[in-house]
């Protein structure tokens, strides 16, 4: 039997692995990352469109986003051309293809704008182009207003999180430019509604397994991706609530997901889920850097 092979796990590998790297410098993750970049070029078509996975061929978008980000993020830390014109492969697919809006799954649509919007800020910052800098600007623009139109965040949704977070990190950019601080502004008061309509100390969540969707039993993804934005949001504005809900999240993961310090895809099974473990990694991460800074301010 086949292993499946899922790009899209293949590229939040990527990422996480790169940037766990940024506070820990262990070299390994780096060459896990590249033989992660090396499978999914495998699974890229001659247009350029990375496939759901090796045995489903659809090509669905976001995926190309995601894995664009991770190789510019690689081009970055090696400064090896190849990574670049990958990424550049990757992108140029997207702009030929645009997300298209789906009936049927509303939300998919913001989620691949979020994903997609990673890589045109990063390809920005990376090459300075003002093509790349005008896509990233309307992308952030078209994400905030399809998120109103959605009304109000959904309670530990992880598409959402997706979402706030794509929000969270365009503020993070354009808030080094006065021109785009209305731009700035927008994205960091939608990562902000959206972190107070989840907090887990509002919600009977509080007592239950870290969530998935709303089955209080599954994978923990949401749990993880709710204490990494929060913790990502303390690093922003140093508001201690914010440290405090993340680890409100990432204490539940570690207390009913982990086993053998792998967490758990659900609960029962044998196998550790390993992009859940290296999110719990990242995680890990971010909390200690939140913890350096309120040592240091003497905030706890």
């Not at 940024?22 to 590249?34: M, P």
């Not at 799954?105 to 045109?120: D, E, G, I, K």
């Not at 365009?170 to 601080?181: E, Q, R, V």
């Not at 993880?224 to 508001?239: A, P, V």
Request: aromatic content about 14%.
């Amino acid at each position: 039997m086949n292993k499946v092979v899922r790009c899209e796990y293949e590229a939040w590998e990527i990422e996480t692995l790169l940037d766990t790297y940024n506070f820990t410098r262990e070299d390994f993750l780096i060459k896990k990352a590249i033989v992660k970049f090396e499978n999914l070029k495998k699974y890229t078509n001659k247009e350029g469109g990375l496939m759901m996975s090796n045995l489903d061929k659809r090509v669905w978008i976001g995926e190309n986003g995601l894995a664009a980000w991770g190789s510019l993020r690689l081009y970055e830390l090696t400064k090896k051309d190849k990574f670049y014109n990958q990424a550049k492969i990757w992108l140029n697919y997207i702009i030929k293809n645009p997300v298209i809006k789906r009936k049927d799954q509303p939300r998919l649509y913001l989620v691949f704008l979020a994903w997609n919007n990673y890589a045109l800020i990063k390809m920005a910052e990376t090459s300075g182009e003002k093509y790349w800098k005008n896509l990233a600007i309307k992308y952030s623009k078209e994400l905030i207003k399809a998120q109103k139109t959605l009304g109000n965040w959904s309670i530990c949704f992880h598409y959402d999180y997706y979402v706030a977070q794509s929000l969270l990190f365009t503020y993070s950019h354009f808030k080094k430019n006065n021109k785009y601080l209305t731009l700035s502004l927008d994205c960091f008061k939608a990562t902000r509604k959206f972190i107070d309509n989840t907090r887990h100390t509002k919600t009977i969540f509080t007592k239950l397994r870290p969530i998935h969707y709303f089955v209080p039993i599954a994978s923990g993804y949401t749990s993880l991706q709710h204490s990494h934005t929060c913790f990502s949001m303390f690093l922003e504005t140093f508001n201690v609530d914010d440290f405090l809900e993340g680890e409100i999240s990432f204490l539940n993961v570690k207390r009913y997901l982990l086993k053998d310090g792998k967490v758990l895809k659900q609960k029962g099974d044998k196998k550790g889920n390993d992009l859940a473990t290296i999110w719990l990694k990242r995680a890990e991460s971010y909390r200690n850097r939140c913890k350096d800074i309120l040592v240091k301010e003497n905030l706890i």
